[in-house]
């Protein structure tokens, strides 16, 4: 019986197909393995120096916002009147996942959401379109609908914040909108906004009791603004067989016009606008944001400005779509070094409050300075217990690997960001634990071909054959518990694969139990044995 199930698992063993087995066969016998080791070396470093790296990963979830004023309505009548059935409406669009707006006095937003993975441009052109073909269904009371668009390439990467205890947030903000415009002319840099800055207006002060002296209304004063500084287009006219463009335009150009603007006139007097008002372009010292910045005891310049909160703007930088945060970073900030040394003055403090370029940098080479930690260690534990042969193999194998991952990735598109380099630690613990599994594993299959295991040399005379076999045992589970997965993992490996041979060891009651299971189970007949131990020191 023995030497008829050896003649079936050799006969099997020649007719299966064993991928794993031909793919170790073709780079075992080819001679082109030493030339390909150093070209899939050289594919991943291009690929680990050439993918982009950014902290967070390119997710594609379009979205838009969509304002619509309604002058005179109550949230109710905006609610019933426009916001549900536009709604109603967007949601039968190709793509929408789901749109949901709020109804306020006299406006309604709505805020459309796109499926995960729609195309970002096509799904925008839809929703205009949509929005335009809409216009003719809107109630009477509603303006022009105003659609945003908000993208995840808008989110700043980068975040520099300028500082002083000499200059306050007007002069700062004068600054941070100089270097934005010398920032934009950087390939890669999107879109730039200036936070917690104070805007640069022409402030008019109304004099109450002289408007009231004069009989004047608040709506009087602002039309008579409003009148002085027009610029319209009047459309095209033929004159002298010639097509002129025609337009009313006048502006003031400068505060002393403004300030000599008349504002009432009758047969006594003129009021001019300064009589009634105080003009200026100063900053509102009555803030309604506040931005301010210090150092901790942890830097350098603790000491040389005790702790003081300064006034601060902060500049965000985003990037570009599918852009390399890393150098892009290092140019920004290289640009602003040359502005510092040039025109920004020495009392202003630059400083980068955030930087997601260099934190994915940092991210990457930690992850590349574990792996070779992680095969230097390993390779050391194979040297000493498997021998040097072993430990080179891993050595060469775990950096070819990880190389091809890296070269599919560049190729592939996604950037190195905090997901992927979690899945890349992950997968270079599994690539560790099986080299370690496999070079242990061939070691072991060396000593049993060359008989070097005394128990393995009795089981093979005992059973009549040298099968191709695994060997379970019970572990932590308890003998019983784990002799019983290893009969249930058998009749699930078997028909998948005929030329493994499971050999289960038992003794007494549990070897009954586990024949009695196997023959439920129609596996006994199936190169599965159950044989007591031949010495103590079972395998």
């Given at each position: 019986m023995n030497d008829k199930i050896s003649q079936s698992s050799s006969t099997n063993s020649h007719n299966a197909f064993n991928i794993a087995h031909h793919l170790a066969k073709i780079f075992v016998e080819s001679k082109l393995v030493l030339a390909l080791v150093p070209a899939v070396l050289l594919f991943g470093l291009i690929g680990l120096f050439e993918t982009p790296r950014e902290e967070n990963p390119q997710i594609v979830v379009p979205a838009a916002e969509i304002t619509i004023p309604m002058d005179g309505m109550s949230p109710l009548e905006v609610e019933h009147l426009l916001l549900t059935p536009l709604e109603n409406h967007l949601n039968t669009m190709q793509g929408v996942k789901h749109p949901y707006g709020v109804a306020g006095e006299g406006f309604a937003k709505i805020q459309v959401e796109f499926k995960v993975g729609e195309d970002k441009t096509e799904s925008f052109v839809r929703l205009y379109d949509q929005m335009e073909?809409?216009?003719?269904?809107?109630?009477?009371?509603?303006?022009?609908?105003?659609?945003?668009?908000?993208?995840?390439?808008?989110?700043?990467?980068?975040?520099?914040?300028?500082?002083?205890?000499?200059?306050?947030?007007?002069?700062?903000?004068?600054?941070?909108?100089?270097?934005?415009?010398?920032?934009?002319?950087?390939?890669?840099?999107?879109?730039?906004?200036?936070?917690?800055?104070?805007?640069?207006?022409?402030?008019?002060?109304?004099?109450?009791t002289r408007l009231q002296a004069l009989g004047l209304g608040l709506n009087q004063i602002r039309?008579?603004?409003?009148?002085?500084?027009?610029?319209?287009?009047?459309?095209?006219?033929?004159?002298?067989?010639?097509?002129?463009?025609?337009?009313?335009?006048?502006?003031?150009?400068?505060?002393?016009?403004?300030?000599?603007?008349?504002?009432?006139?009758?047969?006594?007097?003129?009021?001019?606008?300064?009589d009634i008002a105080h003009i200026t372009t100063e900053p509102d010292h009555k803030n309604l944001s506040l931005s301010r910045f210090n150092f901790g005891p942890a830097d350098h310049r603790f000491e040389e400005y005790k702790g003081q909160e300064m006034a601060a703007v902060h500049i965000g930088i985003a990037k570009q779509g599918g852009v390399n945060s890393v150098p892009l970073a290092e140019d920004i900030l290289e640009r602003i070094a040359s502005m510092q040394s040039q025109w920004i003055p020495k009392s202003v403090e630059v400083v980068t409050t955030r930087n997601d370029g260099q934190n994915a940098n940092d991210s990457v080479n930690t992850l590349i300075e574990h792996l070779f930690i992680a095969i230097a260690v390993v390779s050391l534990v194979l040297w000493v217990f498997l021998g040097w042969r072993a430990a080179a193999i891993v050595f060469i194998a775990i950096p070819i690997v990880f190389a091809i991952v890296i070269g599919v990735d560049f190729l592939a598109g996604p950037t190195l960001n905090r997901i992927t380099l979690y899945a890349l630690i992950l997968a270079?613990?599994?690539?560790?634990?099986?080299?370690?599994?496999?070079?242990?594993?061939?070691?072991?299959?060396?000593?049993?071909?060359?008989?070097?295991?005394?128990?393995?040399?009795?089981?093979?005379?005992?059973?009549?054959?040298?099968?191709?076999?695994?060997?379970?045992?019970?572990?932590s589970f308890g003998r019983i518990n784990g002799l019983h997965y290893a009969v249930e993992l058998a009749a699930k490996l078997l028909p998948l694969d005929p030329t493994i041979v499971f050999v289960l060891m038992g003794v007494g009651s549990e070897k009954e139990k586990i024949t009695q299971l196997a023959v439920e189970k129609q596996v006994l007949s199936k190169n599965l044995f159950i044989v007591e131990p031949v010495t103590k020191n079972v395998l």
């Open positions: 073909r809409y216009k003719i269904q809107l109630p009477p009371l509603a303006g022009e609908p105003h659609i945003s668009l908000v993208d995840v390439d808008d989110v700043p990467f980068m975040v520099v914040t300028l500082a002083s205890n000499q200059y306050d947030r007007y002069q700062l903000t004068n600054m941070a909108e100089r270097m934005t415009e010398h920032l934009h002319s950087i390939d890669g840099v999107g879109l730039s906004q200036i936070h917690g800055g104070q805007e640069n207006d022409v402030r008019v002060e109304i004099n109450p039309a008579h603004i409003q009148a002085a500084n027009i610029d319209h287009s009047l459309g095209f006219k033929v004159i002298d067989k010639d097509n002129q463009h025609m337009r009313v335009s006048y502006k003031l150009e400068n505060l002393e016009e403004l300030r000599k603007l008349v504002v009432f006139r009758d047969t006594e007097k003129v009021v001019h606008l300064q270079l613990g599994l690539l560790v634990d099986d080299a370690i599994v496999v070079i242990e594993n061939i070691s072991e299959l060396e000593r049993y071909e060359k008989g070097f295991d005394p128990n393995r040399a009795l089981l093979n005379e005992k059973l009549g054959f040298k099968p191709r076999f695994a060997i379970l045992y019970a572990g």
